[in-house]
């Protein structure tokens, strides 16, 4: 596992508000590069962490899209490519068909979605940064990447914001 | 915090209890009993494919078809599944739009079960089919001689609506499970903990993860919700695009949905009640929980009543002579005793339920959701089978009479369906960590945080 | 492959060879030949009518009953495919019954013996050579002077000329015997007239027919041609329809035909006769009515259970319609007093002068005795007057009663040699087995009448080890010498043909033999019609017949339609295709009346025991209204001890407990009374009739014949009868799906559905149908349809491409019993639910409007028949491709046609490849098709030609005039399906006011 490891400072917090504030503080002194760990989604952290709206939502409209015409597209050049008749009913009808188009909407519409999770998570690599398995019990992890230099500053910092473990990862 | 802990939506746990409680029903060992349970289910799944093996050697003929009868305990069956295949992804998505915060100490179970309901439904149209090795023909592929399936077969849409909803609500589940997985690998060791790792995808629950993941968690359950009501509705198109009377209802789609969710909260109402006390989550899944299900169960039941009622009064109303004999037939028919137990296992038994005495106690809880379930199979029974027995000729009416192939794939349906779940139950966190967290407000300074 | 060929002792090389030989005229194949092929027959030369792929028709003559009928045999690369009626035959004109078709299912029958067989020591059968066998017949037949009895159940024909001959040198003793040979009649007319002989009747001229038991659309006489005629002047030609009338104490098929049935118990038929002749004559101051005196109405009411009135009515009617035609006999009503029942309608028929009108003497059906003259031979033989007997196509140790201890009496002759094809009751009792050619395998001729010469071809290669019994005699008389050293001819095809060129000598025929070969035949019209001479008449006395047995009912076998005497329950397409009455298959069955099967507390499918003086007998219950509650009827030809695999074990002859005793000279088989006890046994019943009411849904619809006469539509019939749902479309929904089926029309012009193409249709007169079922079988041939057996039957998976629905009208509340009939197949849709809902379009409609089915691409889910509202659609449950037909069963199966694997749907195609091939020919002459170029297998074997097919798009085409028919009508036009098929409403000729069409709309 040769990567390049990320030297910097890591803070686990008990209490949320502390968690926040510290996140505003570092924010303000120009740490923008954080990672915050949280076992749970948090209305506050985001806040705190203020990133834009996830771009997510664009996959799952491209995808809608593609999929609701696929599926009217398919059964109708189908039918066509391969015409016979059948209970004295046009070749092409649009209301049967409409279930296709509905139903590739929702097929292709949520798969591109949780493509976007994937990719756009990975947009991000976390590669290199220290994680403590608490994170994902009841623990706040920040991560500020910084070098020796910087690295007694957030220290001093987290330990204001009431951090209850700092640890230098140098 | 005094506000909240009245809440009863809300766990009484701190986040580190939710982490221990729900990862402990997956590192205890077993007991006794669940190989047993899990054994047994294993033999009925084993059932289920030899049966069907005979079926392929010997052709389907061995089973209990009589014409004109021409659909009969599969398809009965197989509505049955994809009809218990709905309580999940409704619990879970549109209940999750509406902000229904009771749905969360349950879903993750329901919507389990309603993959599985769904795996086990898909198997059914392979087996009903006489030539089972080509149920790929029913499937637009590309092929040499530009062969394509009939869009305007109400099975083609059958095909597609079954294929997406078990691709998408299967995708939705383990969507949800990635976070909880990641969890149970920092809880575990040894091989354990590769494999949860590899199954985690990399999960650290950093902000750039979570910013990503509630918003795409949304927006499957927006792309859900119109699914659930379509698949079922799709369904019911099968038996109401035909003219077969009592089967050609425009009622149908709505009346097939809210059969299909009263059936799947019985379903879940069936497993969830031992299941809790087997994993000893009493804590998280509280009697409210199944009080809620149970309002769920009586409105959907109403709903059925209703539509039963309506089903008599069009086929009085529409002075076609077909449709009347049918309905009548129904119940004083042959198979009386099929339509019976389907208007009182369904529209009487869940009355029942306006009682809270009833509705809190889960021993009659459970009895009812057993009567439900039966009663959601006989509904299906009395659909597709005892419609046809009667329809337009009367030279050609007829009775079927079941073999033993039918119950053995019925009985198997059982087997594989449970083989599933309890394989899930005991290796995947069978309550949503997270979102049950989530819900847990974090401890601040200053307030006297519990549990310390 | 090849130990299969040993098996079936054919393959295809030798049918080359019959191509070749047959092919020319057949003037070269010996019928005897049975040495096989060992060199392979190259098609470099190809041989004057054989072409891969196109039929050869070869004109012959059915030898399954002695009505001797013309058939057209169809021949694919040398094998016979299908039998169908000749239309140039004087008897059946074109058509063919179900018992004919099935011939097919003799000549390639599993159970078929592959060569001659001689019981040994031990009494197990040893295969033995030809020379041998002949040898030892030879040695036996020389060594006896005079102890030789011959039984000859093969009718008037070259064979059975030299047959007598042949015994009389050897001064044996002879009897052409037929189980069924109408000796009552014939005795009767001896009385009458003071001839012996039959007279032919013609239905077509009848206005007025009453039948006295005589089931002539069943098995009583040449039934096609009676059924040709009864639909003639029975079915509604535009105002003219004649009135049949059956008087009988059972509603046999022939009796749900009738207008009218006068319910009568067995034996008080006489009476009704007398009376009404004694009316007629009084009316017509006939001769006859000094011997009627006694016999006015009044005094027979009360025996006969009707009153005066009614009789006189009927006899009144008779006298006015003229000619009328009053005919009795058949087994039905062979009583004690059937002679006199004859003798009665002779003078009934005389009294309104119908002799030499309808009833016409002069071309006499060929005499055959009966039990008259088998009973005598019989008694010969136990007293051991017999040193060798020669049973030759017949099986009377099975059609005879096991009460006269026939085959105690057979044992008692010392060498006892067989014809039998297979191992019949007969040949399993006798020590040496000569298996005959069958009929398509060899020379030979019927003379069914005066002036009819039906000849036999060889079309194909013997497909088991037979031989010729004509070459069997020939060659052993050769060893015998002496007498019978005369009949030397160096084959009986010489001899035959010997004896044609004499014949064709003759004043009556000159012609040439090829050209009489090609059409089946020699046949002179016989203008000659006789008039007989009354034999003066002293005032009559009858007796009422008396019954054996102190059983409280009287038991009454009738030949079953599909088996005749039993030679028809070895054939598969004859087990399965349901008696048109009961509509069981694979089984038989006892009829009780509800009232007494109420009494006695029996259901349907409870086995009952019946107890006769003259033996016992368990059957299953059959509840039918049909039957008098004081009479049993049972049919004959099941319960089989022998005679293959198909037969053996299979039901029971109620010939077990009638009785032998007699000395009229005829087995009087209504003479027995049985008592009845329940054995708690329970055998489900084969029936494919699922609700036999029609509970108003107007799927036969019907109409008095005034109506029909006012050129009514069924619609208005029925609305001005007042009964049911007057318009099927009421104005509203009229309005509403107004232009909606043109404008789908228009949308549906796409591609190939753009062009110009023809629409077949067909249309069905259901006032000629009578039920017979002919057309079901011709659908199996015609279509490979796989038998199903009794197991499947039980879960009503057979696959019946066409099937005869029938219901029941009354009887109930005092309204009369009456049966309804139609044949329903699949009706090709316009709006065709079955084919939306096929999710790959293995069902799909054609160009053509026809409503096809893709074999090869159908999966299975079945759809179909579920939106199918006629049913008519049938699924492979099992591999019945695999089951249907062992070998060499296989061979008869129509090359155009495929055969469909397991899980597949099926269904009727309007016999597409009839229509393809008709349309290629066109082609290649470069002409547009004539009208009636296609004809549908069922409308090419129709008796009453009730079935119409044509191109709906053709103006002049006879389909279209038949829907254009103010008769005509859709099934379920609720439904707006649009069905191709139309029904021409049936028409009953009674008064408006006794209409009973209460469960029809």
């Known amino acids: 596992m040769a990567y390049r490891h990320v030297p910097g400072v890591l803070a686990s917090f008990e209490h949320i508000d502390a968690a926040c504030s510290a996140i505003r503080e570092l924010k303000s002194s120009g740490h923008d590069d954080l990672t915050v760990y949280s076992a749970a989604a948090n209305h506050e952290l985001e806040a705190a962490i203020g990133d834009p709206v996830s771009p997510v939502r664009l996959f799952t409209l491209i995808g809608g899209l593609v999929g609701c015409t696929a599926g009217f597209g398919l059964a109708m050049w189908m039918s066509n490519d391969w015409p016979l008749l059948t209970g004295g009913k046009p070749i092409v009808t649009v209301p049967p068909f409409v279930v296709f188009g509905f139903e590739l909407t929702v097929l292709i519409g949520s798969l591109s979605t949780v493509a976007g999770i994937i990719i756009l998570s990975a947009m991000k690599s976390l590669k290199g940064r220290p994680y403590d398995p608490r994170f994902s019990d009841d623990r706040i992890g920040v991560f500020v990447p910084c070098g020796a230099d910087q690295a007694a500053g957030v220290e001093m910092l987290f330990t204001q914001h009431g951090s209850v473990e700092v640890t230098r990862d140098a | 915090m005094a506000v909240i802990a009245h809440d009863p939506s809300l766990p009484t746990q701190t986040h580190a209890e939710v982490t221990r409680d729900v990862v402990r029903t997956i590192t205890d060992k077993p007991a006794m009993g669940y190989y047993i349970l899990a054994g047994s289910m294993a033999f009925l799944t ?407 | 492959m090849t130990d299969q060929a040993e098996a079936s002792g054919v393959d295809r090389r030798q049918f080359l060879k019959v191509i070749g030989t047959a092919g020319a005229g057949a003037a070269i194949l010996s019928g005897c030949s049975t040495e096989r092929i060992s060199t392979l027959v190259p098609y470099m030369v190809q041989s004057e009518d054989q072409v891969p792929g196109i039929p050869t028709w070869y004109a012959s003559t059915c030898s399954e009953c002695n009505n001797g009928c013309g058939v057209y045999v169809k021949t694919r690369e040398g094998r016979p495919i299908k039998l169908e009626g000749n239309p140039d035959h004087p008897v059946n004109a074109g058509t063919l019954c179900s018992r004919g078709q099935a011939g097919l299912q003799a000549l390639y029958n599993p159970d078929r013996l592959a060569g001659p067989m001689a019981k040994n020591a031990a009494g197990k059968w040893d295969a033995i050579k030809w020379d041998d066998a002949i040898a030892r017949f030879a040695a036996k037949v020389g060594a006896t002077n005079g102890e030789l009895a011959v039984i000859n159940g093969y009718s008037a024909s070259t064979f059975s000329t030299m047959l007598t001959k042949w015994t009389a040198a050897l001064n044996g003793f002879v009897t052409n015997f037929q189980p069924f040979s109408r000796e009552p009649e014939r005795l009767a007319n001896q009385k009458t007239w003071g001839r012996d002989d039959l007279p032919v009747y013609d239905f077509a001229a009848a206005k007025y027919i009453v039948s006295f038991g005589a089931d002539f659309l069943e098995t009583w006489g040449s039934v096609v041609e009676q059924q040709r005629g009864f639909a003639t002047s029975h079915g509604f030609n535009d105002g003219a329809m004649s009135r049949a009338v059956f008087v009988g104490p059972r509603l046999s098929l022939t009796a749900a035909n009738a207008d009218e049935w006068v319910n009568v118990p067995a034996g008080s038929e006489t009476l009704v006769a007398l009376a009404m002749a004694h009316v007629v004559a009084a009316k017509t101051g006939s001769a006859v009515a000094s011997a009627l005196t006694a016999y006015a109405p009044e005094q027979v009411a009360k025996d006969t259970g009707l009153t005066a009135d009614q009789i006189t009515k009927l006899a009144n009617a008779f006298a006015a319609a003229s000619p009328s035609l009053a005919v009795a006999g058949g087994v039905g009503a062979q009583h004690r007093g059937a002679i ?543 089951s249907a037909w062992p070998e060499p069963l296989n061979l008869q199966l129509n090359p155009d046609v495929i055969t469909r694997v397991r899980g597949v749907m099926e269904k009727c195609t309007f016999c597409v490849q009839r229509i393809r091939s008709a349309q290629n020919t066109a082609r290649l002459e470069d002409r547009d098709l004539k009208d009636g170029e296609i004809v549908t297998a069922c409308a090419q074997s129709c008796p009453s030609g009730a079935i119409k097919f044509g191109n709906v798009k053709d103006p002049n085409a006879k389909v279209v005039q038949w829907k254009q028919n103010h008769r005509g009508y859709v099934m379920l036009e609720e439904t707006n399906v649009r069905p191709s098929v139309t029904y021409l409403a049936k028409v009953l000729n009674i008064e408006t006011a006794a209409f009973t069409g209460a469960e029809e709309r």
């Not at chain 3, 069981?584 to 349907?604: F, G, N, Y």
């Open chain 3, 340 to 882: 006199d029942l004859c003798h009665a309608v002779n003078l009934l028929n005389e009294a309104a002068g119908n002799v030499g009108k309808t009833v016409m003497f002069g071309a006499a059906p060929s005499a055959s005795e009966g039990y008259g003259s088998i009973q005598p031979l019989f008694d010969r033989m136990s007293q051991g007057q017999f040193q060798v007997v020669l049973v030759h196509d017949a099986n009377p140790l099975f059609t005879l009663p096991k009460s006269g201890k026939f085959t105690e009496s057979f044992r008692k002759v010392a060498f006892k040699v067989s014809t039998a094809t297979v191992l019949d009751e007969t040949a399993a009792e006798c020590d040496l087995i000569l298996p005959n050619l069958h009929g398509l395998e060899r020379w030979d001729d019927l003379m069914p009448r005066k002036g009819v010469l039906g000849m036999l071809q060889p079309v194909v290669e013997p497909v088991r080890g037979g031989m010729h019994t004509g070459d069997v005699l020939l060659q052993a008389s050769q060893k015998i010498g002496g007498a019978v050293a005369s009949f030397n001819a160096k084959s009986y095809e010489a001899y035959l043909k010997a004896e044609w060129e004499k014949s064709f000598k003759s004043s009556d025929f000159a012609t040439d033999m090829r050209e009489a070969l090609g059409r089946g035949g020699v046949y002179t019209a016989s203008t000659t019609v006789d008039q007989p001479k009354l034999v003066a008449t002293t005032a009559l006395a009858v007796t009422t017949p008396t019954f054996d047995g102190p059983g409280d009912y009287v038991l009454m076998p009738y030949p079953s339609m599909q088996y005749h005497d039993g030679r028809g329950a070895n054939k598969p397409w004859l087990l399965e295709n349901p008696d048109p009455i009961t509509k069981i298959t694979w089984q038989s069955w006892v009829e009780i009346h509800p009232d007494t099967a109420q009494k006695l507390d029996v259901r349907e499918g409870e086995i009952v025991e019946l107890t006769s003086p003259h033996g016992k007998a368990r059957a299953q219950v059959y509840v039918y209204a049909g039957v008098r509650p004081d009479t049993f009827a049972m049919p004959i030809g099941l319960g089989h001890t022998e005679y293959g695999r198909y037969a053996q074990g299979r039901g029971v002859n109620p010939l077990d407990l009638v009785g032998a005793a007699d000395g009229q000279g005829f087995l009087p088989y209504v003479g027995t009374k049985v008592s009845v006890a329940r054995t708690g046994d329970y055998h489900q019943v084969a029936r494919v009739d699922g609700t036999p009411r029609q509970l108003g849904r107007g799927i036969i619809q019907t109409m008095p014949v005034a109506n029909a006469i006012k050129k009514m539509t069924p619609e208005e019939s029925y609305k001005a009868i007042g009964r049911g749902e007057a318009e099927s479309n009421p104005e509203l929904e009229q309005k509403a799906i107004a232009g909606f089926y043109e404008a789908q029309l228009d949308a549906t012009k796409f591609g190939d559905y753009a062009n110009e193409h023809p629409k077949w249709g067909m249309a069905v007169d259901l006032s000629r149908c009578t039920g017979c079922s002919a057309c079901v079988t011709a659908c199996y041939a015609e279509n490979n349809i796989p038998t199903v057996g009794e197991e499947q039957v039980f879960r009503r998976r057979e696959m019946s491409w066409m099937r005869i629905e029938r219901y029941w009208e009354g009887g109930t509340n005092g309204e009369p019993l009456q049966a309804r009939f139609s044949p329903v197949m699949c009706q090709h849709c316009d709006n065709a639910p079955c084919e939306p809902v096929c999710p790959v379009y293995a069902s799909y409609h054609t160009a053509d409007g026809l409503n096809g089915q893709v074999y090869n691409r159908c999966v299975g889910t079945r759809y179909c028949s579920n939106n199918c509202p006629f049913k008519v659609r049938y699924f492979n449950w099992l591999k019945y491709n695999e």
């Open chain 2, 46 to 452: 084993l059932v289920l494919f030899v049966t069907l093996g005979a079926m392929l050697k010997y052709g389907i003929g061995i089973a209990g078809y009589q014409p004109p009868v021409m659909w009969s305990v599969f398809i009965t069956t197989f509505v049955f599944w994809v009809g218990i295949g709905h309580a999940g992804t409704l619990i879970s998505a549109i209940l999750f739009l509406f902000r229904s915060r009771w749905r969360t100490a349950v879903y993750r179970s329901t919507e389990a079960m309603t993959v599985f309901a769904v795996m086990t439904a898909a198997l059914f149209p392979i087996i009903h089919i006489g030539r089972e090795w080509v149920f790929y023909w029913l499937i637009p592929y590309p092929n040499a001689r530009f062969l394509w399936p009939n869009f305007k077969s109400p099975l083609m849409w059958d095909v597609f609506a079954i294929s997406t909803y078990l691709t998408v609500s299967s995708t939705f589940l383990m969507v949800g499970l990635v976070p909880d997985i990641a969890a149970v690998r920092d809880h575990v060791s040894g091989w354990k903990k590769t494999v949860y790792a590899k199954l985690s995808l990399g999960w650290t629950g950093a902000d750039s993860q979570w910013r990503h993941y509630t918003r795409a968690y949304l927006y499957l359950a927006a792309l859900c919700t119109p699914l659930v009501l379509s698949v079922h509705s799709v369904v019911s198109w099968d038996f109401a695009m035909s003219i077969v009377p009592g089967w050609h209802g425009t009622i149908f789609a709505p009346y097939f949905v809210a059969g299909a969710i009263y059936s799947g909260v019985g379903m879940v109402l069936t497993l969830m009640i031992p299941l809790r006390k087997v994993l000893r989550l009493d804590q998280m899944i509280t009697e409210y929980h199944f009080d809620n299900l149970a309002k769920l169960t009586l409105l959907t039941g109403s709903i059925l009543f209703y539509a039963y009622s309506m089903e008599y009064f069009i086929a009085w109303y529409s002075g076609s002579l077909f449709e009347q004999t049918t309905f009548w037939r129904r119940v004083f028919g042959p198979n009386w005793w099929a339509g019976w137990s389907m208007v009182i296992c369904n529209a009487f038994m869940s009355q029942l339920l306006w009682f809270p005495k009833i509705r809190k106690n889960l021993a009659s809880l459970f009895v009812i959701s057993i009567f439900i379930n039966i009663g959601m199979w006989f509904e299906r029974y009395v659909i597709v089978v005892s419609s046809l027995t009667n329809d337009y000729v009367p030279y050609a009416w007829g009775q079927i009479n079941p073999s033993w192939a039918d119950w053995c794939i019925l009985a198997g349906s059982f087997g594989w369906f449970g083989l599933w779940f309890t394989l899930f139950y005991k290796n995947f966190p069978i309550v949503a960590i997270q979102e049950i967290k989530e819900m847990i407000p974090m401890p601040r300074r200053g307030a006297a945080a519990r549990g310390h």
